[in-house]
């Protein structure tokens, strides 16, 4: 069974920064594409980041040039840079990996809580 769990999430003042982690775990061939998404009250989920397996990214006009997306391949981890956050950021962050395995799809992890304070 595939797992996917995310870290590092927290409370910041404005203009802070926070790293998220995220790992999968469990039986499966490989990761293609990893990203993060998140998710404020009230509101819907919205794509923040993505990284092929390669290492080419695509991020959110919302968040170009502060965030960076990377990834570890031999840990099979992606990681979330936050910078310069502000509380517009605040939200529930998730990570989503297409897993090649027994059941190819997309997999989410639990999310993590990130509180960015004015």
């Known amino acids: 069974q595939v797992q996917l769990v995310e870290s590092g999430g927290g409370s910041v003042q404005a203009g802070g920064s926070l790293r998220l982690s995220c790992a999968a775990s469990?039986?499966?061939?490989?990761?293609?594409?990893m990203g993060w998404y998140r998710q404020a009250p009230g509101k819907q989920r919205e794509l923040v980041t993505t990284?092929?397996?390669?290492?080419?990214?695509n991020y959110a006009e919302y968040v170009e040039g502060r965030f960076t997306i990377s990834r570890d391949n031999t840990k099979n981890t992606v990681y979330l840079q936050m910078n310069s956050l502000k509380p517009e950021d605040t939200a529930v962050y998730f990570c989503?990996?297409?897993?090649?395995?027994?059941?190819?799809?997309?997999?989410w992890g639990q999310g993590t809580q990130v509180t960015v304070s004015s």
């Open positions: 469990g039986s499966f061939l490989r990761i293609n594409d």
């Open positions: 989503r990996a297409y897993i090649v395995g027994s059941s190819n799809g997309h997999y």
């Open positions: 990284i092929t397996r390669g290492g080419s990214t």
